[in-house]
C-alpha cells in the first residue's frame, strides 16, 4: 500500500502538479501533524539501522499565517506562528525535509528521517497510511462534537410585518 496524493482544493493548488509531488506533500503534511513519540517510536521499532547525518541542524523560526476571510474571501495576514526545520541526508544521498509547528527539534528530525524514507523506497508508506486514516477519524470525531454544539439562530416573524 502507498501512500496516495492528498486532494486539491481551492485557488492555491496548481491543477498541473505531478502526483509524485502531491504524495510527497500528503505524506509531508501528515508527518508534520504526527507526534513526536509515535514517530521516535516507529523510527526505533523499524529504521534505527538507517545511518542519516543532519544536513541542516533542526532551527527554530517564524513564520506568517494568512487565512481568508469566510475560507474563500480575500487573504489576510492572521498571525505568526512558531516551526521547526530540519533537514538530514540518508547514508544513499537522500534527502528529506521537514517543517512542523511548534518547538521540537526532535520531531522536526525523525519527520525529515521519515520524509526520506518515502523518497528513497516508500518504505514507511504503511506507516504513513495508518497516521493518515487516524488523523482523518479524529477530525471526524472534533468535526461531531462541533456540530452537536451548532446554534442556529432564526427570526420569527411577527404579525404586524406582513
Not at 108 to 126: K, W
Amino acid at each position: 500500500m502507498t501512500a496516495q496524493p492528498a486532494p486539491q482544493s481551492g485557488s492555491d493548488h496548481g491543477s498541473n502538479i505531478d502526483p509524485a509531488t502531491q504524495a510527497r506533500q500528503r505524506w509531508m503534511a501528515v508527518l508534520a501533524r504526527t507526534d513526536r513519540a509515535t514517530l521516535e517510536q516507529e523510527w526505533h521499532d523499524h529504521f534505527a539501522d538507517v545511518q542519516w547525518s543532519h544536513l541542516r541542524e533542526p532551527q527554530i523560526g517564524m513564520v506568517m499565517v494568512r487565512g481568508r476571510a469566510g475560507g474563500a474571501g480575500q487573504r489576510f495576514n492572521l498571525g505568526e506562528m512558531t516551526v521547526t526545520r530540519c533537514a538530514i541526508t540518508l547514508s544513499d544521498g537522500t534527502v528529506g525535509h521537514a517543517y512542523v509547528k511548534g518547538r521540537d527539534p526532535i520531531q522536526a528530525q525523525y519527520a525529515a528521517l521519515f520524509d526520506a524514507i518515502m523518497q528513497r523506497d516508500d518504505g514507511a508508506s504503511d506507516f504513513i497510511d495508518m497516521l493518515a486514516r487516524q488523523q482523518a477519524e479524529a477530525k471526524r470525531e472534533n468535526g461531531r462534537k462541533v456540530a452537536a454544539t451548532k446554534v442556529d439562530f432564526f427570526t420569527l416573524v411577527r404579525g404586524e410585518d406582513e
